[in-house]
């Protein structure tokens, strides 16, 4: 029955969760160069994700968005991609 399987079954492993992203948080040179500038300094801070604490962008109206390194995205795309079947790039957009 529908209702009774999980939404993303195990047919396609989602390669990145919370510690994957705070390793990488932590190594991005590009993130520790915008950190430091005067001018985006404001923007970032830091939110709890279960016991994991990871950096965070504020954007227009008040949204706060985790900051997903350009390192991660290829295999973040390929995975929504590939769990939302083939859906188009609206449906993967709002989903993610």
């Given amino acids: ?4 399987r999980c939404f993303f079954e195990d047919k ?6 919370f510690s994957v992203i705070k390793e990488v948080q ?6 520790y160069r915008r950190l430091k500038d005067e001018k985006d300094r404001d923007i970032f801070g ?3 994700f279960g016991d ?3 950096w965070t962008e504020s954007v227009k ?11 991660l995205v290829t295999d973040l ?6 769990a939302l079947i ?3 790039t609206d449906r993967m957009h709002n989903t993610m």
Avoid: A, F, Q, R
């Fill in 46 to 48: 830091k939110k709890t």
């Fill in 52 to 54: 994991i604490k990871l």
């Fill in 1 to 4: 029955m529908y209702l009774n």
């Fill in 26 to 31: 932590e190594t991005d040179s590009d993130l």
């Fill in 12 to 17: 396609v492993k989602c390669p990145i969760d």
């Fill in 86 to 88: 083939h859906s188009g």
């Fill in 61 to 71: 109206d008040g949204i706060i968005l985790l900051c997903v390194l350009k390192k």
């Fill in 77 to 82: 795309l390929k995975w929504y991609h590939s």
